[in-house]
């Protein structure tokens, strides 16, 4: 039992190296394609995949947050704000900040990836549902989607000290749903 165990944890951590490894190489070869291509599930379900951008000669230069106005069938509204790390509690931080981060900074951009913002629009209703059934019990009507950028300077320009949040932030409509009858929403992206 005690051989197994080393022979299972020894492949446990042999897997990591390679997969840490054959992503971090610039320049794959077919092989390292087929190997990445196998761990794939696994590097995007835990959050380890990491594209080269990030120390690319211009990395992301953008700061993203998205939030939601949510407008009910009797006129009233109310705002939804997607997970930002930096308002989350330090374990949740931990365990899903970087990854709500990458997700609506790397995949919900403007004018794109509409599957996303659709299945983001029908989860935010679901929830608003949720929520209005326990409380004023108002109808969900419509939602629209706003991203808020602020571009980061790079600190030989502008230096903001650590820990201060900048406040410098440029917003724009970028998606729009409204659901099309019955309880099965659909959406229309027309803004």
Do not use: C
Not at 53 to 81: C, H, R, V
Not at 88 to 113: C, H, I, V
Not at 114 to 120: K, P, T
């Amino acid at each position: 039992m005690a051989a197994l165990k080393k022979v299972l944890i020894s492949a446990f951590i042999m897997g990591h190296i390679v997969m840490v490894v054959t992503s971090a190489l610039p320049d794959r070869s077919a092989v390292g394609d087929r190997i990445l291509q196998a761990l794939s599930p696994y590097q995007v379900f835990f959050g380890l995949d990491q594209p080269w951008s990030m120390f690319a000669p211009n990395p992301a230069s953008i700061n993203s947050y998205l939030t939601a106005t949510i407008t009910f069938k009797d006129g009233s509204t109310e705002q939804w704000t997607f997970p930002r790390a930096s308002q989350l509690d330090s374990w949740d931080r931990f365990t899903a900040g970087e990854r709500y981060r990458k997700y609506q900074q790397d995949n919900l951009l403007p004018m794109e990836k509409s599957e996303l913002w659709f299945d983001l629009s029908r989860y935010v209703a679901r929830e608003v549902a949720k929520l209005e059934q326990l409380g004023r019990k108002r109808e969900f009507e419509q939602l629209y989607f706003y991203r808020h950028t602020n571009v980061v300077q790079p600190p030989t320009q502008v230096f903001i000290p650590h820990g201060q949040l900048s406040t410098a932030y440029s917003s724009e409509s970028v998606f729009h749903f409204k659901p099309t009858g019955g309880p099965r929403y659909e959406a229309s992206n027309s803004h």
